[in-house]
């Protein structure tokens, strides 16, 4: 079929929604994909557009990369979108990690560790090899892997807090009773506390996040990271009712955290210790809160009396680049019609160019 261009404003936008339409749906030939098959078989971009996009909804973040045709920062875009729409009903009490169903659970500093190692699902170490299987039409069965002997304890202690008893690493100081800022309803300002920085990162680009944290590890920050304790389970969200006055149980969402143990040669103040970096997401993301853990500990050079000299380290360039909405945002806007903008530059440059030409015949003449 040949398209035709359609001249008028209205007339070319509605005509591209119907062409974007059709495009979204493919080969009508082929069956369309449904919402239930992209939130249990795309997983992975749900969980990243479920973070980016500030709201656990596995349903409504695979509509979004439905229809946005698996363009995950667009999918991003509509969530957060939606997400202005919606009333605050309640505010969560803080989730214990330590109580989390625990599907994956390691650590890189120890091999033997408090309620043991649990590789869970990882493909760490899978072949990068592409399953030609997985093409077959008729499906290749549903996979069981194969039940623990023992079930997991229901309370899992924290690797890093081993260190406690020695003080080797420096207090948690996570557990506080100030009011937590809230960067979904208040706009970001500097000097930024950890609260906000962290749910820039959480709420960042992942792509972005995730250069940033290779800087830091290749002398562009600092960095000489071990993996604390890298989790990925289910933990129970609890809200206490005004009219209750006791907490009660509304869901169980799935999340990953990661504690980064990172090298702090001391201070006047301070002696030697280990140092905290700090990420958690919604869903599977490990590569997402790693880099998160890795940049948290970078952005608190200043706090901790490094100095800041490499990006990563610096809040005022790295919270302002992260949001992969507003960075789309401001780059597709060059797209939109810049006529009389381009028009002014066009004769400016065209009187510098006369001006540089009377010059320097000017100075042959001379």
Do not use: W
Request: proline fraction near 5%; charged fraction near 25%.
């Amino acid at each position: 079929m040949a398209y035709v261009a359609v001249k008028g404003g209205e007339r070319a936008i509605i005509n591209s929604h119907r062409l974007i339409a059709e495009e979204r749906r493919g080969n009508p030939d082929l069956a369309e994909l449904t919402i239930s098959q992209i939130s249990e078989q795309l997983g992975l971009s749900v969980d990243r557009v479920m973070n980016e996009g500030s709201i656990y909804d596995r349903d409504l973040a695979a509509l979004a990369l439905k229809q946005a045709q698996g363009d995950a920062v667009e999918a991003i875009f509509l969530l957060r979108a939606y997400r202005t729409t919606l009333p605050r009903i309640a505010v969560s009490k803080p989730i214990d990690t330590t109580r989390m169903t625990v599907r994956r659970r390691i650590s890189a500093t120890f091999k033997d560790i408090p309620g043991g190692q649990v590789l869970g699902p990882t493909y760490d170490y899978t072949h990068r090899l592409l399953d030609f299987a997985l093409a077959a039409e008729c499906g290749i069965g549903k996979p069981e892997a194969e039940l623990a002997d023992e079930p997991l304890d229901s309370v899992i202690p924290r690797v890093i807090d081993l260190f406690d008893g020695e003080g080797l690493i420096e207090a948690d100081i996570s557990e506080n009773d100030e009011e937590v800022f809230d960067l979904t309803r208040e706009p970001m300002s500097l000097p930024a506390g950890r609260d906000q920085r962290l749910q820039n990162l959480a709420r960042g680009d992942e792509g972005f996040v995730l250069g940033l944290a290779y800087s830091t590890a290749r002398g562009y920050g600092g960095a000489h990271p071990f993996v604390g304790e890298l989790r990925l389970g289910e933990v129970i969200i609890e809200i206490v009712p005004e009219d209750l006055g006791f907490p009660i149980e509304i869901a169980e969402v799935t999340i990953t955290e990661c504690q980064m143990i990172n090298q702090f040669r001391g201070t006047a103040e301070q002696p030697p210790q280990f140092t905290r970096g700090y990420g958690l997401t919604f869903g599977h993301c490990e590569r997402k809160a790693m880099s998160m853990a890795l940049v948290d500990r970078a952005l608190r050079a200043r706090e901790l009396g490094e100095d800041v000299r490499y990006p990563a380290q610096d809040e005022g360039f790295v919270l302002p680049h992260t949001d992969s909405v507003e960075a789309n945002g401001f780059v597709t806007h060059f797209k939109l019609p810049h006529y009389v903008d381009f028009q002014a530059e066009l004769q400016l440059v065209r009187q510098l160019r006369e001006q540089r030409e009377a010059d320097q015949a000017k100075e042959a003449a001379e």
